[in-house]
Structure formats: structure tokens, C-alpha cells
């Protein structure tokens, strides 16, 4: 198959927006020459922290998320603010979720979040030698702080016990390069 | 702390409206009193499945997504349909997308696939004894059928080479059912 890009886009306007993200909604050609409408929830991408503690620790949140009125497991997360860079996101999220810094960090890579509605980029870290102090939540953040071994949080998401999935699915990329943390 | 739903729901309205989805606009109020705007994209759920041949093969997709403008290795996937059942929807999509019977099923567990914007419930399946017949794609589905050794599949999610990340959360949660298949 030619994997050049199938579709052609005639017209594109955005339908609704919020500060966080809007809907574009684009009339395209498809390639059986037909014409449809494809609405894209644009999105400006995410990051999303697995931080480790030099105790051989993860740092876990427990997260009242209003959309699924639930308590989530979770690692640190957030979108890009306007002009951010994933890195500068990571930085900035670690530090506004649990007060932390971290000796080193490593880029474990992107993933689409929702492909199929949406255009949200993911990055993956890994943080290690993480120190907590004083994190910056805002009023609509209700977050606990666990610490829990390596292995343990390791254990919880293969178990499908992160509910969220992208949270899990960041810590069993990192696995590979946690063998001398205590996987 | 206290695990009851810390926010009160004041009022609620649709602001936008898809066939796929919407988007709700609460006005609620938060622990420190004060009232706020939190938007939801209600989705109907979703679900993705990995299936595998008695030839010890995963069946991966090759995906062109408009939304991101790229070709996407996932493995078969779909939101739910009005009414539909997780179970339901899983049969419905391996048929359609891979025309795939499977001669047994394993419910691997449910994720929230974006928690921070979305009530997404995502549910994963683990299909074997898959055999192939004709797919019936629409016309805005463009998709490449590839079978892979399953121990290629696992390495090329653990390496972050499928990009649906979903999809790469729901491989490695199938991870330990396919001792048996080359794993």
C-alpha cells in the first residue's frame, strides 16, 4: 500500500474551544473520492513523569479526577502551557506535583494518547534521584503523595491496577531501566 | 484524606456535539469554596484487543489516523456504539477490522485513556485462536493487516515502536497470558 497521505483536507475551522483545547472540525476528501467531515479535538500534548526517589521509590499520586468522578493511580502528569517545551513541561510538572527535582532525566519517547478523536502527542521520562519538597497544587488538583517500592509499582501496573492508562503504560516502558532500582 | 467525590456539580450543559462524542461544561464548586468551569468530553467508551493466531501470531494493524497525520501501528480497536457492550463492541471490531473469529476471549481489565479531559473508559481484550477472514473497513478507515511473531509484537511495544499507545498498554497487559505463544 502507498503510504503517502490518504486524505486531502478542503476546509477546516475550528467548531468549539476552551483554554485547554478545542475541536477542529475539517471537511476532507477521502479515497474513494467521497467527501467527509472529520473533527479533530486539538490538543497541545502532554507529558507524563515517572519519578524515582534514590531509596529505590516511585512516586505515585492518588488523584480525584473530576471526568470519571474517581480516585485515580497515577504518575505526575500535565499538558504544555503556550510555547512550552515537553522537557520544560516535565521540569515544571514535577515540581508543581510533588515538590520535586530530579539528578537525572531520561526521554523514553512519545505515544498517541486517542488516535482516533484526537491529536495529543504523550512523552514519557523517566526521573531518578528525585528528592520531594513542597509541591504547588491548584484548587482543582485533590492529590495524595505515595511513595511505594519500585517493584510494587511495577507489580500495580501489570496488574492493571493504574487506572490510568497512560501513567501505566510509563512504567512499564521504564521497567527495562529500573533492574538497579529494585525492579 | 477524605475519599468522598470532593467536588459538587452545579450545573451542567452541552456545549458541543459530535456523533462520536460531546463535550459537557460543568459549573461546580470546589473544596476551597470557590466555583469553577470543568469541560468533559463524554466519549461512550472504547475497546482494543490483541489478538492472537493459533500460529502464535499478532495481528497488528498498520494505521493511517487523520487526526495526527501519520501511519500508526495499533492493534484492533473501536468506541462503543449506542448500547453496546464492551463484549459486544470486541467481537464487532475484530470482525470488521480483521474479519477475525476468536476461540477464546480474556477480559485483560479497563483504563481511563485521558483522564484529565475525558470520562474515556477504554477496555482491553486478549483474543486467541484468531483466524482472518475479509475485513469490512469504511471508507475513512485505511488500514494495512500485518501478523507478527508475538514475541516480536511484546518487543516492538516494550520499545515503544507502536505508537497507538492504547494499543502498547494493551500488549504489555497481555504480556504474561502468552507464555505459551512464543512470548
Redesign the interface.
Known amino acids: 500500500?502507498n503510504?503517502d497521505?490518504?486524505?486531502r483536507t478542503l476546509s477546516s475551522r475550528v467548531?468549539?474551544a476552551?483554554p485547554?483545547?478545542q475541536?477542529r472540525q475539517?471537511v476532507?476528501r477521502?479515497?474513494?473520492g467521497?467527501e467527509?467531515i472529520?473533527?479533530?479535538?486539538e490538543?497541545p500534548g502532554?507529558v507524563w513523569i515517572v519519578p524515582v526517589t534514590a531509596e529505590g521509590e516511585v512516586v505515585l499520586l492518588y488523584h480525584?479526577?473530576?471526568?470519571?468522578?474517581?480516585?485515580?493511580w497515577?504518575v505526575p502528569?500535565?499538558?504544555l502551557k503556550a510555547g512550552q517545551l515537553p522537557d520544560e513541561a516535565a521540569r515544571a510538572e514535577l515540581a508543581e506535583e510533588i515538590g520535586g527535582e530530579a539528578a537525572e532525566w531520561r526521554y523514553?519517547?512519545?505515544?498517541?494518547?486517542?488516535?482516533?478523536?484526537?491529536?495529543?502527542?504523550?512523552h514519557?521520562y523517566l526521573a531518578r534521584g528525585v528528592t520531594l519538597g513542597q509541591p504547588h497544587h491548584e484548587?482543582?488538583e485533590?492529590i495524595?503523595i505515595h511513595r511505594v517500592p519500585v517493584a510494587e509499582a511495577l507489580r500495580m501496573a501489570?496488574a492493571?491496577e493504574i487506572?490510568?492508562?497512560?501513567s501505566?503504560?510509563a512504567l512499564?516502558?521504564c521497567a527495562?531501566y529500573l533492574q538497579g532500582d529494585g525492579a
Open positions: 500500500m503510504h497521505r490518504p486524505f467548531a468549539w476552551c485547554w483545547y475541536v475539517d476532507i477521502l479515497p474513494d467521497s467527509g472529520y473533527n479533530v479535538v490538543h502532554a480525584y479526577r473530576y471526568t470519571v468522578d474517581d480516585w485515580c497515577e502528569a500535565g499538558g523514553i519517547g512519545p505515544f498517541y494518547g486517542s488516535n482516533g478523536i484526537s491529536n495529543e502527542l504523550g514519557i484548587a482543582a485533590v495524595e501489570q492493571n487506572s490510568d492508562g497512560p501505566a503504560l512499564l516502558l527495562p
